[in-house]
């Protein structure tokens, strides 16, 4: 790393750390211009520039809806989004007739430097339907030999993990991938590990509760799961609450809808980076702050990818200006030489056919990475250290086996994967920072853990 | 996607002939067109919301107008492309009430299309055992046998295909696709449900038929629809395709009886089709966050079924399940979700490539008895 990428990294910090300064330095122009770095950064690879964006992981993003806002403090999540989706909302809102807390008004007790979430017009987020939702995903009602509940893959201490490698769905079906983590789902741009076609929560429910390949809940039909909730009676108030007015609100479109809204609320951005972020320079270690400064370099590069107030580029909010959803193949498998991935966990490419979305993957966030080992899709690395192999190594080799491979050598891996060679206390800097994403508050917030 | 054929080209204009006369026709067969016509119209206000609905009641034209139109309307549909609103459509119902023209064609009937599911050559029935199944000759259970069909004509003497026009028969039929359910969730058929259906209602032009053709199918704009707001029988539950943002057409699956040796997977075979290759960034543009994605599949996995030798009145037509697994080793685990090394011979059988998702001209699953 250079002095002076240093400095303009300092610079980054420190306006990150007063950004509404910086954006009242330049409102009309300095905003968006740290929107084009962010947006850059993950696609290019020019020195000055992407160190400078990658810098400001609180600031540059949600400086984006900020610039059409007033530029006020960092707590203004709200006004952010003035310009776009939620107005929509309101209008659907009063519209729809929604009782209790109208979608416009949902207090998301948003942390600082986070945009609002986009949400759908026909869901808007109610206090009701959050509530609906929280019981339904702790009820193993949901699964057709109720043995299991969201909670039995998505563990609140975990960050919404389950530890494993291969989820293991109600009747012992091992999964092919993990489960991803839930912190700040409601910003993810497509959901799962790697599929296009998933854009929202409430669709993307079915999939658990009614798929077969892997079964993970189970459930045979429609019918099956109206029933058995029908005759639970802290539904019938819940559901009428949510949806006062429907004579009959038991539906599974309401429960897809009432998961999505509780699973919204799934924010985490309370770790002590974020307080060091924004100003207790004691909140994490000099050694922290120094894999900060390493993670951000040209060098290591985590940057390019895991960018942002959510730490990945794949990334949506209320009024984003455009909308991204890159996948990218790290090297993590080259088992034919021409970059293929062992099947059926081949990314994209299992969802599109295309030969070049082979090996293409989301990058999850690294919020609360320290607490979802094991890592990858696939669960093949187990610890923090291994995954800074396979990146150090510019994509990991696997020397044999049926996956062995030179993941490296890997024709279809994102160019921004290259070696990178760190020293001990280097490597030590860098898993002392991603352990200092860890949100502890919201890994034992009680408002999220099971009402039961 | 199919190209309209000169054939199907004759039984549309024979259709809008017969809209041109609407009550001629209706006069052949008044008790059966009013109440189709007007069971058609609410099934297209229900679909109206996917896109799908093809035909929009008509406006002010009388019941047996929208029968006629739904014929012309349904004629015009290629299987793929659904039956959402042709040009057709509108030109057939706006113009019927003109009725100025006169030639004798025939009016529409009613048709049903009755199935059967068998192992080989013994009825399917969840609970039984079936001894010699697949490429091994094992014993086996049914677990599943279930599949749609859309795009369902006849074929008159003359080798015309002429479109039938399905009834809306809730919960097995829209007009649009129709459910076969051969499974009643007892024995190992898990996943099921008591409800069957083995039967396809709707109407032709009266006439002489001796062939019948179908395709396994749901159309593209209710595919990828939400499950949650689509009529029945495209519901969420067992036939959905959630990863793939569509339905299964086909779910067929047999299980092996003897315990598998040593700690083997048991012995199943499984065929599950739905269209593969699929995304959703149409036009090089993005999805449209909170809706429904526009969902472009490469493969579409959608076969086509012919069959001579038909006669609706009192022939019926056979679903092989036997047949679909007869290349199949079923005393270990085959699973094909339209992946899988198992997948040629069963969509072989099924009458469908593989590699390309193309429909072939032979396939050994379906007879006329």
Not at chain 1, 15 to 34: E, I, M, N, R, V
Not at chain 2, 250 to 275: F, I, M, N, Q, R
Request: charged share 15%.
């Amino acid at each position: 790393m250079t002095i002076a990428a240093q400095s303009a990294l300092l610079a980054t910090l420190a306006c990150s750390f007063l950004y509404y300064g910086c954006s009242g330095d330049g409102s009309s122009s300095g905003s968006p211009d740290a929107t084009q770095d962010g947006g850059a950064s993950g696609s290019e690879s020019g020195p000055g520039g992407s160190t400078s964006s990658g810098g400001s992981i609180v600031g540059d993003e949600p400086a984006a809806g900020g610039s059409t806002s007033s530029g006020g403090a960092p707590s203004d999540g709200g006004a952010r989004s003035d310009g776009g989706f939620a107005g929509a909302q309101l209008l659907e809102g009063g519209a729809g007739g929604e009782a209790g807390d109208a979608g416009s008004n949902f207090d998301w007790h948003l942390p600082a430097g986070f945009p609002v979430p986009l949400v759908p017009d026909d869901n808007p987020m109610t206090r009701q339907k959050v509530s609906l939702g929280r019981y339904l995903f702790y009820d193993v009602r949901l699964s057709h030999n109720q043995t299991q509940s969201c909670s039995s893959c998505h563990q609140q201490a975990l960050a919404f993990t389950d530890g494993r490698a291969h989820g293991v769905g109600s009747t012992g079906v091992v999964h092919p991938r993990g489960p991803m983590s839930l912190a700040n789902v409601a910003y993810a741009s497509t959901l799962t590990w790697a599929n296009p076609l998933q854009t929202d929560l409430e669709h993307q429910a079915l999939v658990p509760l009614f798929g077969d390949d892997p079964i993970e809940l189970g459930l045979g039909s429609e019918d099956e799961l109206v029933t058995r909730l029908e005759a639970v009676s802290v539904y019938s108030g819940l559901f009428a609450q949510a949806w006062p007015g429907d004579p009959s609100p038991v539906t599974v479109e309401h429960v897809v809808q009432a998961l999505a809204s509780f699973q919204r609320t799934l924010i985490s951005g309370n770790s002590p980076f974020d307080r060091y972020q924004y100003g207790d320079p004691s909140a994490i270690s000099k050694s922290a702050q120094r894999g900060y400064a390493l993670f951000n370099s040209t060098d290591v590069g985590c940057f390019h990818c895991h960018v942002g107030f959510n730490l990945t580029d794949h990334v949506n909010w209320a009024g984003k200006a455009f909308l991204d959803r890159p996948y990218h193949n790290t090297g993590l498998y080259n088992i034919d030489g021409q970059g293929a991935y062992p099947a059926p966990n081949t990314g994209v490419e299992h969802v599109t056919h295309r030969p070049a979305d082979m090996g293409r993957f989301k990058a999850p966030t690294l919020r609360n990475i320290a607490v979802t080992a094991p890592y990858m899709h696939d669960g093949s690395i187990a610890t923090l250290d291994d995954a800074l192999d396979h990146y150090s190594a510019g994509g990991r080799t696997i020397t044999s086996g049926p996956d062995a491979g030179h993941g490296n050598l890997s024709p279809l891996k994102d160019p921004v994967v290259q070696p990178f060679t760190i020293s001990a206390e280097q490597r030590a800097d860098l898993i002392a920072f991603l352990q200092s994403l860890t949100d502890d508050d919201f890994l034992h917030d009680p408002k999220l853990s099971s009402p039961w | 996607m199919p190209k309209l054929t000169f054939a199907s080209q004759s039984a549309v204009l024979a259709a809008l002939a017969c809209s041109f006369l609407y009550y001629a026709c209706s006069n052949d067969s008044s008790s059966s067109g009013s109440p189709n016509a007007a069971q058609g119209g609410e099934a297209s206000g229900s679909g109206g919301k996917s896109g799908a609905g093809g035909s929009k009641p008509a406006a002010g034209g009388s019941p047996s107008t929208a029968g006629a139109r739904n014929d012309a309307g349904s004629a015009g549909t290629p299987s793929d492309a659904g039956s959402a609103g042709t040009p057709n459509d509108g030109g057939a119902g706006g113009e019927a009430g003109l009725g100025d023209g006169g030639s004798s064609n025939p009016g529409p009937m009613k048709v049903s299309l009755h199935f059967k599911a068998t192992v080989g050559d013994q009825a399917f029935a969840c609970g039984t055992t079936y001894t010699g199944q697949g490429s091994t000759k094992v014993s086996v259970e049914p677990r599943d046998f279930r599949f749609y069909v859309q795009n369902v004509r006849l074929l008159d003497t003359k080798g015309n295909a002429v479109p039938v026009t399905l009834d809306t028969r809730t919960p097995w039929q829209t007009p649009d696709v129709a459910l076969l359910d051969f499974e009643d969730g007892t024995g190992a058929c898990v996943d099921g449900n008591p409800e069957k259906n083995d039967v396809i209602t709707g109407t032709v032009p009266s006439g002489t038929y001796s062939g019948v053709v179908f395709v396994n199918g749901i159309p593209d704009a209710l595919n990828h629809g939400d499950p949650l707001q689509l009529p029945a029988p495209l519901q969420a539950g067992a036939m959905t395709w959630g990863w793939l943002y569509g339905f299964k057409f086909l779910k067929a699956e047999l299980g092996a009886t003897g315990a598998p040796s040593g700690d083997a997977e048991p012995g199943l075979g499984l065929v599950h089709v739905g269209s593969t290759g699929c995304d959703n960034a149409l036009d090089g543009g993005m999805p449209d966050y909170g809706s429904p994605p526009k969902v472009a599949c490469t493969e579409p996995n959608r076969n086509e079924v012919r069959l001579e030798g038909f006669n609706p009145a009192t022939n019926t037509i056979v679903a092989d399940i036997g047949a679909l697994f007869a290349g199949i080793d079923l005393s270990v685990d085959n699973q094909c979700h339209s992946e899988g090394p198992s997948c040629p011979s069963e969509f072989a059988a099924l009458g469908l490539d593989f590699t390309t998702g193309a429909p072939t001209t032979t396939q050994s699953v379906y007879h006329v008895e």
